[in-house]
Each structure stands twice: as structure tokens, then as C-alpha cells.
């Protein structure tokens, strides 16, 4: 079932979701209401930030006044007070809604960084044993003797 298909015959409101919130709860609102993973969204805020797109700052803080907090969250008095609740994986996973498993979930269940490392390290080896050769070949005199052997023949 698609997102679409998902919220399809009832309307979505855009709420700040204090909950999971670290500084007012506006990009976890914003991730929740698109369907993105909340830590996307603030990677894309601090990115559009630091490329010079400095009116986001003051975007964001409209929104924090703006929008209503999620209904059924607890409200922090100050926006940068933070969520007494912490950020526990149930508190993503609705009923209502599929589960789709976390960025974090999918690499943990690929195989262990290690092996893969590992198995990259043996592969770069190959590369530079075979480079050496080559490199070896190249600098030493019997190429320098078959150089000018093919020039002869020419």
C-alpha cells in the first residue's frame, strides 16, 4: 500500500510532532506528514542552512508558531526544551499506517560492516599487487630493450 493509497478519504493535517522533537518539533511534523524519515528532513534543513539559504531559519520558526502541535502529544512549554519522552521506535509505528523499517534497520540487517570491509581490503590488495607488477615492468630495462626492439621491427 503506497502513502497515498494509505491516507486516501481522509485529510492529512500538518502538525509539529513535540514528541520527537530537538529543537521546536517542526521537522518531525514536516518528515511525518510526507512519509520521510525525520532525521532526512533535518539533514535537509541544516544542509539548506549552511549552503546560504538563510531564510529557513526564520521559515521554521513561522512554522513552529503556526502550526498546532500533534494531537495526543505533550506539548513542551518552550520550544527548546526537550521531549521528556525520548525518541523510542514505537512511537513511529502507527497502526493505522504500514510499517516501513528505518534506514538504520535496513543496514543492520545487510551483512556486518566488517566482512564487507574486509572483503574490500582483499580486493584493493589484488588492485595493488597488479599494480606493482605493471609499475615494476614499466621502470625496469627489459621494457626499455623490448621498446626498442618494436621500433626496429618498424
Excluded at 539548506?48 to 495526543?72: A, E, Q, R, S
Excluded at 518552550?78 to 502507527?94: D, P, Q, R, V, W
Excluded at 543496514?107 to 605493471?134: C, H, N, Y
Aim: hydrophobic fraction near 30%.
Amino acid at each position: 500500500m503506497t502513502r497515498d493509497q494509505n491516507y486516501q478519504g481522509r485529510s492529512r493535517k500538518l502538525y509539529r510532532n513535540p514528541d520527537n522533537a530537538k529543537i521546536c518539533g517542526v521537522c518531525s511534523g514536516v518528515a511525518e506528514y510526507f512519509g520521510f524519515e525525520t532525521w532526512v528532513v533535518r539533514i535537509i534543513t541544516v544542509s539548506m542552512v549552511l549552503m546560504g539559504f538563510g531564510p529557513i531559519i526564520l521559515v521554521y520558526f513561522v512554522l513552529y508558531f503556526i502550526l498546532d502541535p500533534k494531537p495526543g502529544s505533550k506539548d513542551s512549554k518552550g520550544c527548546f526544551e526537550k521531549s521528556k519522552h525520548g525518541n523510542t521506535s514505537a512511537s513511529h509505528h502507527h497502526t493505522d499506517k504500514p510499517y516501513r523499517p528505518s534506514v538504520k534497520e535496513v543496514w543492520r540487517a545487510g551483512p556486518a560492516t566488517v566482512d564487507q570491509l574486509d572483503s574490500i581490503e582483499g580486493k584493493f590488495s589484488q588492485i595493488e599487487r597488479k599494480l606493482q607488477k605493471m609499475e615494476s615492468f614499466v621502470t625496469s630495462n627489459r621494457f626499455e630493450l623490448e621498446k626498442e626492439f618494436k621500433k626496429m621491427e618498424q
